[in-house]
């Protein structure tokens, strides 16, 4: 097929002919989080009488909620204890109950204050029990928008490319990898997936064309070829701000950046540079632009502005740096770079400068994708065997897998969702 000729050479130019050279970096302990997190009780729900769990107890699903999120440190406890709270220094405590209503379930939850048991937050949700953990999702996030100020990423979703049947297929998943569904059905290869403006579905590349090709697919909607004009298209990227996609097409051998409006189906080139240009990625305010270019020999990170100018050299420490990934504060990208012939994920500054090692001696670890808060890193590695995909913290701490069969890569993380209700102030009717 011609596409993967041209990119087996466009990947081959990019590769370095001689050893690689010492990445400066700060390494972290994968083990040890430098944030500050808070210490938060978590106490088994009452039950009105015995339920037969299809999915994990709701304490239990509240406790990965708070391990993962990166904010919390969670103090466990059978039952309310507050001497041990207390020596822990945790100010608040989560609990509720669950009451059988015919075939649902009622889930009260509740987020206390330990030393005066009032009530900080309350919430009650009756859904079937396969919908469950979403609304303790829901609550979760609440929770962190009450004692943070900001909001949280447990009701956000993550898509990524898992191999069925040995076909790569795309799949969409709540943020910790449950309640997985698989978006694409085809015989060949669909990957690279990105989110469409506001969460509606998703855009992609499928190979049925024996080409790459951009294609969309919303929820519950029909496949379409997105700009078929163009011979090939691939590397996605939605401007956040219009919805517009940044990709690459490749002519000729010679790989470039395209613009276009998915609605309408119109492109044009976005800059015209004399090397090859691949996955771009949005600032979050849509102001610029980072991509891999080969222009210094081997593939190395740039950015310009949203129309092309201000071109600049992003990472110069190593040889082989690409995927870079804005953070949602627009401080820090994160990225993939290849460190003594394994790949490892990095973070820096938008000059490159203070870089931050946050995966090493764990086989390759690839493609990193933000959280909507910035908090938190999904990325693929082969350190357990097959590619799996894991959740850590932005220091690189608090590694956990969430998937657990198959072969998954290619994660990226869904936007925050419109319908958020911030929950409401104590005292207020």
Not at 197 to 226: C, D, I, M, Q
Request: proline share 5%; net charge positive; hydrophobic share 35%.
């Amino acid at each position: 097929m011609r596409f993967l000729v041209s990119v087996a050479a466009f990947a081959l130019a990019m590769l370095p002919v001689t050893s690689h050279a010492t990445i400066d970096t700060i390494a972290v302990d994968v083990g040890i989080s430098v944030f500050k997190t808070m210490p938060i009780g978590v106490v088994p729900f009452a039950e009105k009488k015995s339920i037969d769990w299809i999915e994990e107890k709701p304490h239990l699903i509240v406790t990965r909620d708070a391990n993962l999120s990166g904010r919390f440190d969670v103090i466990s406890s059978d039952k309310f204890d507050l001497p041990k709270f207390s020596k822990a220094h945790a100010k608040h405590y989560i609990t509720g109950k669950v009451t059988p209503v015919g075939k649902m379930l009622k889930v009260e939850c509740f987020l206390y204050a330990s030393q005066t048991k009032d009530v900080m937050l309350g919430e009650s949700y009756t859904v079937e029990q396969k919908d469950m953990r979403r609304a303790l999702h829901q609550f979760f996030d609440q929770v962190i928008y009450r004692l943070w100020g900001e909001r949280g990423v447990a009701s956000t979703k993550l898509a990524y490319v898992s191999k069925m049947d040995g076909v790569k297929q795309v799949v969409v998943s709540d943020y910790d990898g449950f309640h997985r569904s698989q978006i694409t059905r085809d015989t060949t290869i669909s990957m690279m997936p990105v989110w469409m403006k506001g969460n509606a579905g998703l855009y992609y590349v499928n190979f049925k064309t024996h080409r790459p090709k951009l294609y969309s697919k919303t929820f519950g909607g029909v496949e379409k070829s997105v700009f078929p004009q163009l011979e090939q298209t691939y590397s996605p990227a939605v401007n956040p701000k219009t919805g517009e996609l940044l990709f690459s097409s490749t002519v000729d051998g010679k790989t470039d950046l395209y613009i276009g409006d998915p609605s309408t189906g119109r492109a044009k080139k976005f800059a015209y540079l004399k090397s090859n240009q691949t996955s771009p990625a949005w600032s979050p305010y849509a102001s610029e632009v980072l991509f891999t270019s080969d222009r210094g020999g081997g593939p190395q990170i740039f950015a310009m502005g949203k129309d092309g100018s201000d071109l600049r050299r992003v990472t110069f420490m190593g040889r082989y740096n690409e995927r870079a990934a804005w953070s949602p504060e627009g401080d820090r990208i994160a990225y993939t770079s290849m460190d003594a012939g394994h790949m490892n994920i990095y973070t820096c500054a938008l000059d490159g400068s203070d870089i931050v090692q946050l995966t090493s001696n764990a086989g390759n670890n690839e493609h990193p994708t933000w959280s909507p808060d910035g908090k938190l890193i999904a990325f693929a590695s082969n350190r357990s065997g097959s590619y799996q995909i894991y959740i850590m913290r932005k220091d690189g701490s608090n590694v956990t897998r969430i998937t657990n069969s198959g072969e998954n890569t290619s994660p990226t993380w869904s936007f925050f969702y419109d319908d958020f209700k911030q929950p409401k102030k104590e005292g207020k009717k």
